[in-house]
């Protein structure tokens, strides 16, 4: 039996699966938390891999793995292969700023017909403009530039300061589509981007296809990885037509294209995926929160909210919630504050309260696919998953009110999955 391990090493925690490469099954498991926090030592992610990796029993017996990824974190890494300064996340705001000079300067159908993307915050190309910017002493001393799981790759094969091969850092096309930086059409690198950013040229990892591979210093082979998204969509086997919608704290809707999207407004950014095709992906704030707000308004757990709701008619008679309780990214309201609206005696019961939350919830998540839809991508069936998808609320109404079918998987963890599918790919299982 040969295994494989999957790596997901998410912004919460570092979660590993050895799975047997032919069968799939999964054989053991470990995990470790990460710290809190927007801005984190990237060495804090290396410890807890190898906690990680220690917990699921070690990989002596693995033949072959890859590692998935937390998106869009800013490892800079100086030319002696030590990390500059702490690894600014996908959830940190500061370079909102930066993000508005790259669009001034550029413009946005620009930036989106030459990577995919409209800068944010949350993408890589906006955090080295900050740097710039905020720390140029450090910006000064980047020789590299990498993204969480690629990083974690070049430590777990063997390199870092005490072998600072920066020229060893690969990475996939699905992470490099999420730096601002890297053309998902064309395959590579825009580096007058970078220039613009950093203020100066910088190694970039060479993006691996998704079945190339490298070798750890045991001579196992080593997948390209994948960004988180991408990643769950390879764990979870979406292929073209099928829409992710990943119902967490905040909600992800992504979809398999077999063409690049490019959408100057920003709403959709135009990712690559892990297996050669595209992976446009629309976020929103309000997911599974809004359940959870309701539930505790109601003094009810999940069990009995999904209960309420399901005793509730189509449309809680009336009552709507428009769910925008932390702004929201799509639509781009970041100052929303959430309404509920069609309030009558009749109208304003718990059974309606709670299935007007669900509905509302969902509806935030079906924008998402309209703007899918507008951009001629092809959307046939529905995946749901995350926390919020456990709901039985949820799995019901979701297909009246998403309008397509909808098939919930049993929860598992996808983005190790996914990177472990790839490892047993890589090793020709």
């Known amino acids: 039996m040969a295994l494989v391990m999957g790596v997901d090493s998410s912004t919460q925690s570092c979660k590993v699966v050895i799975v047997d490469a032919s069968s799939g099954t999964v054989v053991r498991t470990g995990r470790a938390p990460h710290p809190d926090g927007t801005s984190v030592d990237p060495e804090a992610w290396w410890d807890a891999l190898q ?3 220690a917990d699921a029993g070690g990989m002596a017996d693995v033949q072959a793995w890859a590692i998935g990824g937390q998106q869009h974190g800013m490892v800079a890494l100086d030319a002696s292969g030590a990390v500059i300064r702490d690894a600014l996340l996908w959830n940190d705001t500061r370079s909102a700023g930066a993000a508005v000079d790259l669009v001034a300067e550029f413009g946005a159908s620009v930036l989106a ?8 915050a949350s993408f890589t190309i906006t955090k080295l403009r900050w740097l710039r910017d905020a720390e140029p002493e450090n910006a000064e001393r980047v020789a590299a530039v990498a993204l969480p799981h690629d990083w974690l790759t070049w430590r777990l094969r063997g390199f870092g300061p005490s072998d600072p091969r920066l020229d060893e850092l690969v990475t996939d096309r699905s992470d490099a589509s999420g730096t601002g930086y890297w053309n998902p059409a064309t395959g590579g690198y825009d580096r007058e981007l970078l220039i613009a950013a950093l203020g100066h040229d910088a190694v970039l990892p060479r993006v691996l296809g998704p079945d190339e591979w490298v070798t750890d210093a045991d001579r196992r082979r080593v997948g390209p990885g994948a960004g988180d998204n991408a990643g769950a969509a ?6 073209p037509g099928d829409v992710v919608v990943s119902i967490g704290t905040s909600g992800t809707v992504f979809a398999v294209s077999e063409k690049p999207v490019h959408d100057e407004t920003g709403t959709i950014a135009g990712f690559a995926d892990a297996d050669g095709r595209f992976l446009p992906l629309v976020a929103t704030l309000n997911a599974a929160r809004v359940l959870d707000a309701i539930a505790r308004l109601l003094g009810v757990d ?3 909210l999904s209960r309420l709701a399901l005793s509730a008619p189509a449309g809680a008679g009336g009552l709507h919630l428009q769910p925008y309780f932390e702004g929201e990214r799509t639509p781009n309201l970041p100052d929303a504050t959430a309404t509920l ?3 009558t005696l009749a109208s304003t019961t718990r059974e309606n309260l709670a299935r007007a939350a669900v509905e509302g919830m ?7 696919l309209d703007a899918l839809r507008e951009r001629g991508v092809r959307l046939d069936r529905a995946l749901l998953i995350g926390g919020g998808a456990q709901s039985q609320a ?7 009110v998403l309008g397509i079918p909808v098939e919930v998987p049993e929860p598992a963890e996808y983005v190790a999955l996914g990177a472990a599918r790839q490892a047993a790919r890589v090793l020709g299982a």
């Open 341 to 343: 609206s069609g309030m």
């Open 234 to 239: 390879l764990g979870v086997g979406a292929l």
């Open 302 to 304: 999940h069990d009995e």
């Open 51 to 53: 906690q990680a990796i």
């Open 113 to 120: 017909e030459r990577t995919g993307l409209v800068p944010v």
């Open 362 to 368: 969902l509806s935030g998540l079906g924008a998402g």
């Open 394 to 400: 949820v799995r019901e109404i979701a297909p009246a």
